[in-house]
């Protein structure tokens, strides 16, 4: 079987990360489970508790774990998932499956075995679909929101799938691809040149930088794991970032706007073109303007 390590960065931590090891020691995996830990500027007790949850795993999670002080400039999501991956590829040389994810997740117990069977092929990059953990204290109305915000983005996959289907991303497919469920080989993510050190944004750049060397991003339906609806995080402009407007558009009684779906239309006809083209399509996209946000959310 392919090697794997699980990675994942971790600041401040202590009250989410014996949750993320007892879901990994519960996975339908045979084998034990490596997990790369970097415990980043923290001032609480991430690190002993890490330790204690693996060593109640019965052997279940084989921890490698480091702390890190980054200097403030670098402080930051970028450096420690970067410091966990690289602790990650060192443990499983380079025909491994690095399967990164965070400290407040909870996958469930066949997140493994289906990130090993989506990522078969050397140049995959597998995203994970993203669910709020319902075990989680969050208001109700949140996960409302969210299943209005799921039906959106099917619809507009819907779009992109009739206009600019990719053979290596069938329907039916989910839209995510995050720090929090992403794996990719240890060879691509060395051509790569690895995580980027970014304060945000650093999970997307990885992705961008393995597509532009090579690599083919798919999401499989079977990939999924759940994450805390916090509206405090650990990186800027992170999810818990985007957890609180939803709660201040719940309470104002505003529906969040989203690109009307004549833009995603038009969109994936771009790409489809500039595709057939034989463009880098992913480079040229960023330099088109944002899509404005002139559409009431859709209530289903």
């Not at 750049?205 to 405090?232: F, W, Y």
Request: negative net charge.
């Amino acid at each position: 079987m392919r090697p794997f390590c699980v990675c994942v960065p971790a600041r401040n931590e202590a009250k989410h990360i014996a949750t993320l090891i007892d879901a990994l020691s519960t996975q339908t995996i045979a084998e034990p489970v490596r997990l790369a830990l970097c415990v980043n500027n923290s001032d609480d007790d991430t690190l002993g508790v890490a330790q204690s949850a693996a060593e109640a795993s019965d052997g279940r999670v084989v921890l490698d774990a480091i702390e890190r002080a980054f200097p403030p400039p670098l402080a930051h999501a970028g450096s420690a998932r970067r410091a966990a991956m690289e602790l990650g590829a060192e443990r499983i040389g380079d025909h491994g499956l690095l399967i990164s994810t965070d400290a407040d997740c909870r996958p469930p117990p066949a997140w493994i075995v289906a990130n090993l069977a989506s990522a078969a092929q050397d140049e995959l990059i597998v995203g994970g679909r993203i669910d709020l953990d319902d075990r989680e204290p969050a208001p109700p109305a949140l996960f409302g929101l969210k299943q209005r915000f799921d039906r959106y983005w099917e619809q507009v996959r819907a779009i992109e799938d009739a206009v600019d289907p990719l053979a290596w991303d069938p329907a039916p497919r989910h839209g995510d691809h995050t720090g929090a469920s992403l794996a990719l080989g240890v060879a691509l993510y060395r051509r790569a040149s690895g995580v980027p050190l970014l304060a945000t944004g650093e999970d997307r750049a990885l992705v961008e930088a393995a597509i532009a060397v090579g690599g083919r991003l798919v999401h499989p339906v079977t990939v999924s794991t759940r994450v805390s609806a916090r509206t405090v995080g650990r990186a800027a402009d992170g999810m818990a970032l985007e957890m609180r407007r939803w709660i201040e558009a719940i309470e104002d009684g505003r529906t969040p706007l989203v690109p009307a779906f004549d833009h995603w239309r038009e969109r994936a006809d771009w790409r489809r073109r500039m595709r057939a083209g034989h463009a880098d399509v992913a480079n040229a996209e960023h330099l088109l303007p944002a899509m404005p946000c002139d559409m009431a959310l859709p209530e289903r």
